[in-house]
């Protein structure tokens, strides 16, 4: 399977390729190179014109593996905005900020966070409420940030994480509604999944925006 390295905050794709004789020709003259994996198959030769297939084939791969995912990066709301990035890699969405910083958050605890904002909240307007210092003497009032911390009662950074994982990604797929201010930030819940399965499902259809997906 093709992977994207995370160093260099993503700049190289590594793409696993087979080399092997080409039917009669002389191997020491030509090859087939190909490449089994589902997102990057493909086959050809090293022949002239073998050899313009395959730069036309690689430079096709990294541009939607690389570049198109980049583009595709999403931007806070507070007044120090930060540009992230966002993929699910197994069953948990994982968010990179511009600074490297690496949030986690399962389905199971995503859907456990709305889960917890519904019942409070309902259909009501809630804030963003991730101070930090605030959410460690637990006097942060009840939003995004303290429904995080919920869920891992001693993880206060993974909790600051609610400025990326509910005020953003979850408005794409249009779970969440933004209030349009960068002060005073507050969502409010437009769609309650009944459950993790409908999550999941609700994320799929978005995934030919963001080019991811969750899996059941």
């Not at 793409?15 to 092997?20: D, T």
């Not at 190179?33 to 690689?58: A, H, M, V």
Request: aromatic share 8%; glycine share 6%.
């Amino acid at each position: 399977m093709n992977k994207v390295g995370q160093n260099g905050r993503r700049k190289t794709l590594y793409i696993r390729l087979n080399v092997y004789p080409c039917g009669n020709a002389d191997p020491t003259k030509n090859l087939t190179i190909s490449c089994p994996d589902r997102e990057t198959r493909f086959k050809t030769t090293l022949s002239d014109n073998g050899l313009r297939k395959f730069r036309e084939q690689i430079l096709k791969f990294y541009k939607a593996q690389i570049l198109e995912k980049r583009s595709s990066m999403l931007v806070t709301h507070g007044g120090k905005a930060k540009k992230f990035r966002w993929e699910f890699q197994g069953d948990q969405i994982t968010i990179t900020n511009e600074d490297g910083r690496t949030h986690l958050y399962s389905a199971v605890e995503t859907y456990a966070t709305i889960d917890w904002l519904s019942h409070r909240f309902d259909d009501r307007w809630f804030p963003l409420a991730n101070n930090v210092k605030k959410l460690g003497n637990r006097s942060e009032v009840d939003g995004l940030g303290v429904a995080i911390l919920h869920q891992r009662p001693i993880d206060i950074t993974h909790a600051q994480g609610a400025s990326y994982l509910v005020g953003v990604v979850l408005e794409k797929v249009e779970i969440l509604e933004w209030n349009g201010k960068s002060r005073g930030i507050e969502w409010r819940i437009i769609h309650r999944p009944s459950n993790v399965s409908e999550l999941r499902r609700i994320v799929n259809t978005n995934v030919a925006l963001q080019s991811i997906k969750w899996r059941d």
